[in-house]
Every structure is written in C-alpha cells, then in structure tokens.
C-alpha cells in the first residue's frame, strides 16, 4: 500500500505517544491482560485472584495479584475497581502516592468499597530509572503480594534516594532492610524476565487513552492526573451511581514536543560501524541494544530493506552506536564488543545479523562466560579466525568505546532502544519502512524540522461530555438511520483490544440493539500505523467488500484471522483471498485494492479521531458520549438504557 504525505503526516503525532516505550512497537497484543478483564454486573472490571496470593497486609488490607499478575490492593469484591497506572520515577505519581492514596485507603479500600490494581506504565525517555523501579517491584513481589507492597512503598518514599543514583545497587539495599531473600531478589533484578509483563502493562494502558502518568480508570471510567482526594470521592460516587466522571483538569507532564522547530543533534565520530556513502544527503545514526527484542525485529525486518533501497543507492549513510540497557539487558555489552571484534574481520554486519536473529539463545546465557561461549560459536559458523576473534571478546579493548556512544547517548537524552537520529532530528521504536521513507523524504527536501513543529501540539484530552461526531457517506453504517442512540466506533483491525470487542461485544450490541432498531452502529477508522502496520491496508480491504455487500463478513474474517496476516507483506494477495472465500468477486476487489480509493477516508477518520481526543483503540462515542477501550458489553447495555430513559 502507498502512504501518501496526506495520511502520514498526521501520524507523526501518533507516533509521539508512543516515544516512551523501549522500541514503542511494542507487541501487538496482550490477550492475557485483555481477557482478565471480564463483565460483572457490580464492578463491571472483574477480576479473579491467582490462586495462593491472597495475603493481609501490616494494615489489614488484603493484598495478592490478579490471574495474569497485576498487583492488587483491597477487596477482590469491592464494586469500585480503580486501575492505576504508574510510574515509579514520575513526580506526579508520587504527589498521588503521598497526598491522596493514604485516604482513599482509609476511606474507600480498607472498607470494601474499592480495590486498587497496579499497573506499570514507565516513562522512559524522560525517567531513565523507571523500568528497573518496576522490576525492582516485582521481583519482591515473587516473595509474596505484601512484599510487592512494601517495596512500592519504599521505591516512593525514598525517590530521591534512587532516582539520579545506581538505581539497582539501592533497591539490593531496600531488599535487605524488608527482609526478603536478597540473593533471589538480586538474581532477578539483573534478569529479563520481569521485562515482558512491564511491556504488556504498558501496551495495555496505550490502548487505553493513557498517554502521561499517573492515570486512572475507574470501573473503566478514565481518570487522568494526580488529583486531590475529593476528586476521586466524586469519581467514585460517579460510578456508583452509574454517571460519568466529570474529568479535571490532567495534571502538566512533560510535553511531548517543543513547540519550536527541534535543533538536529550532532554526534562524535565515535561509532561501532558505518555504511554507506559518506557524501550520502541524509545521514541516519541508529542507537541499538544486542539483548533488545525491538532491536532485533527492527534489524531483521526493516533494515534490509532500508540498506537495500536507501544505503546502496547513495541515499543514506547509516551509522550504528551502542546503547546496552544494562539494567534490563545485562548481556548487551558482550554483544556489542562481539560485533565490534568481527568487524576487525571485515564480519560485523554478519555477527550484528547473527547475534539478533538468536538472541534468545546467547541472551539468555546465566553468565558472561556463557554468553561468550555461544557467541564464538558465531565466529566459527561466519568463518572468522575464532582464536583471534576470541581474543578480542575478552580484552576489554572496546569497553572504553562502547562506553562513549552510552555516554553521548546519555547527554542527548536517548535512553530506550532503538533509537534513532534522521539529520539529526530524532524518532523513537522499531519503525516500519514507511515511516524511515517519509522521513527521509523530507529531510532530502530540508522540512523535516517543520514536520516537528506542525505535530507539536498536544494531543486533546479525551472529551469529558458530548460532542457531534460527523457521519460521512465513506464510514460504514449498520442499522436504522433514524435509530435513536448512535454509537460511533473508531477502530483498529490490528489491534487485540478491537479483536476482543468485535469477538465478544459486538454481536451481543447486534442481537440486542442494532437489529431491533435501537442503535445504529457506524464504523470509523483509526488505524495506529507506528504499532500496526497493516492497520491501513485492513481498513481498505473492509471498505472494498462493503462495495459488494460483504462488510460484515470481511470485517469478521480480518478480526478473526488477525494473528495470521499481521505482520505479512503480502496482505493484499490475503485479503483477496478472503473475498474470494467469501463468495465476492476477487477481481473486483483486487482492483479497488490496488487503487487506494479509500485512502483518502481512512486518513480523515485518524485526524477526526485525534481531533475528538481518542488516542487509543477501539474508541466509542455514544450519542457523542466517550468511552474509551473494549469495555465489556455491560457498560454498553448501561449506556445506552440511562440514554433511552
């Protein structure tokens, strides 16, 4: 599919949200996070508790941890469930941890009427040490819910000890002053495996609107900023009685960008490997992390095609320094000195290829020495001098330059992998091609800094009442026209979360409503390109089977095949084939394929979506009421009968 400037542009904005992830293209599901959520009547956020970890905690609040390993604090039946997500590092998340949570404790979860559920949502690029507080976190909570407890606690009540220090070093020492086993702790905390759950998190809270910390969701209503004590008394009382929470004004994060044009970094010429023309117009330094799993699916999905297209064509010289993340990757280093000690050997792009493409075994090794021992294994199967290559790995003769490119990457405030720099101007994650293409493109041109500054605008916040939500004749409708409820959904076939809905809500919204005349059901696209990039191409295969009535179906089919094409390069030919399947006429819909006559529409649902404040998907307005997220369909039947009354 092509991107035109028209569709890209606006996701440049998009993309800025998810800048705070390492490699903000994160997974694209976290079915065991979306599944925990399920309908009840009362809490309408449900959860059930992991057999075994229900414990009190020094105050008498039972603490334990959901089924899929979320921290809870309070009754598992309380009917408020109040969803928090945080940032160890983050100021604000702190003012809430000392000003306001003591009494919402006191009051609402020592009562029964609440239950707090803990989500990690770490800022990185502006909180360095955030991820290693989380794991910190959950590495005492293997010693049981109350242990996981104390150590949140701890990690806010002493930030100041920890945030601009060796941040691993003081949670060892936390560890040992609440009495839990330190060598397990230890052994842990320098580990990976606590990585993936934090990442789940926080691709949980993305598809949830949240965009700064801390953020709340009250039985699935959103609540942004560390409010005062009566805001959450209101927001409670809200819910009970079934209204929506009148949103305060969110708390001032960090911004996202300058409002200014960006000044384009410059860098020393200290680098571990470099290709390309040196003359080349555009030059892109790529900041990377052997032991980073976005790393690896950006190094083997998309530079290939960018060196093969853009490097060797004299395009682009493209420049790789080292960020080993040492406090969640403690094996990073051995493999940038690994690639660096074949590059003598005239080898480092096929070790830099090697070392991703199996990172699950070297990476994965219990010690140095083993890890080492793998890698050189890599240095026989490239045909290197293995005596000399060995050699290299452990003279430390590269520990001083690995070191540099960590340190420049510090002073330019790049803390996350990959990184990397366009001219200078800089884009966080494991992109897809496209996005290296337009910006490129326009670096060639020299506006790549006024790109910058025409997305710098903050995203609106999401709307706290009724707004108009135009239908044009390119969104797809289902139902009465002159239905008197109209829910609008934006929507994603990328996206899990969007899967789950269409899976399990909307037929339920179709039996019930819809086709008894009560809803009618519009459809808008919205799809998040910077994590999904088939998004768009699944969008247009929707709009090109309702040319021959066959929506429904082809939406079904897209959202129940999911896993199957994402990811594919050949989704068109995928798409066809389920036309065809589905009884339409495949030539037809090949050639309305091919012919992007619906890109113009799809873009101008994303800019309306952004423009009303959805910034996560699915997105619903209800009669121009917001709800964000794949709520189950309880929320919905609510909804829509207080409109009915």
Known sequence: MKFTRSFVLPVISLLLLFLVACGAAAPTGNQTAANAVTDNAAANRAFTVREGSLQTDAQGIPVGFTSDGRPFRGSPDAPVVIEEFSDYQCPFCARFYQQTLPTLEQNQIAQGEAVLI???????????????????????????????????????????????NAAATQFVNYAGELGLDVDVFSQCLTSRTKEPFIRADLDWGLQNGVQGTPAFLINGQFLSGAQPIAVFNQAIAAVQSGQPIAQAAPEQTQPTQPAVAPTPASFTADYAFAMGDENAPVTIVEFTDYQCPYCAQYSLQTLPQLKAEMVESGRVRYVLKDLPLDSIHPLARVGAVAARCAGEQEAYLPMHDQLFADQGNWGNANSVEAARQVINGYARTLGLDVERFGSCLISGKYDAAVQANVNEAAALRVSSTPSFFIAGYPIAGAR?????????????????AQAYVQEAQQAPPPPSGPVD?????????????????????????????????????????????????????????????????????????????????????????????????????DVDEIFTGYAVQLGL?????????????????????????????????????INGNFVSGAQPFAIFEQVIQSLSN
């Open 118 to 164: 803990f989500y990690d949502f770490p800022l990185e690029s502006i909180h360095p040490q955030a991820v290693t507080a989380a794991v910190a976190a959950r590495c005492a909570g293997d010693q049981g819910a109350a242990a996981y407890w104390k150590m949140h606690d701890m990690l806010f009540d002493r930030f100041g000890e920890w945030s601009s």
């Open 432 to 448: 897809p091609y496209d996005l290296f293409v337009y910006a490129v493109d326009l670096a060639e041109k020299g506006e790549l």
């Open 469 to 569: 939500v135009p239908v044009d004749e390119s969104d797809i409708v289902i139902g009465d026209p002159n239905a008197p409820i109209t829910i609008i959904e934006f929507t994603d076939y990328q996206c899990p979360f969007c899967s789950r809905h269409a899976a399990q809500t909307l037929p339920l919204l179709m039996s019930q409503y819809i086709e008894t005349g009560q809803v009618r059901y519009v459809i808008k696209d919205f799809p998040i390109i910077s994590i999904h990039p088939q998004a768009v191409a699944a969008a247009e295969a929707a709009h090109c089977a309702q040319e021959q009535g066959g929506f429904l179906a082809m939406h079904e089919a897209l959202f129940a095949t999911q896993q199957a094409w994402s990811g594919r390069a």
């Open 585 to 621: 006429d495949g030539e037809l819909f090949a050639e309305c394929l091919s012919s992007d006559r619906y890109h113009q529409a799809i873009a101008n649902d994303l800019q309306l979506g952004q423009q009303l404040g959805v910034q996560g998907t699915p997105a619903f307005f």
